[in-house]
């Protein structure tokens, strides 16, 4: 369970870091930077334990399940696709939620 003091610990260790939680977010591609805002000033109406710890994973340089699932969908399906500027994000709404859909299964499978 969460205490009320970890995001305020959670901001004091990214601007140590990374000075600004703008400068965090910008080098963790894969965070969205409202969600991070929402959850560090308390008001994310979402799960803020799994984004808290999201945050402490990019924090500890470790890739989530779900960046990892959205990178092989991304390079399996550019090596695949017509488009001649490979890498050119067309499809990466749908990646990105056909990787939160992969890791949402296995955390619900293990």
Known sequence: MMQDTEPLELVQEITSRYRTVH???KAHG???RST???VLKG???GNVERQLERMRQALRGE???EE???QAIRETACARCTVTNQGCRRCETLFRALARAVAAAISNHT
């Open 23 to 25: 400068r965090f977010c």
């Open 30 to 32: 894969e965070l969205n």
């Open 36 to 38: 991070v805002y929402m």
């Open 43 to 45: 008001r994310y109406p």
């Open 63 to 65: 890739v989530s399940v």
């Open 68 to 70: 990892r699932a959205y």
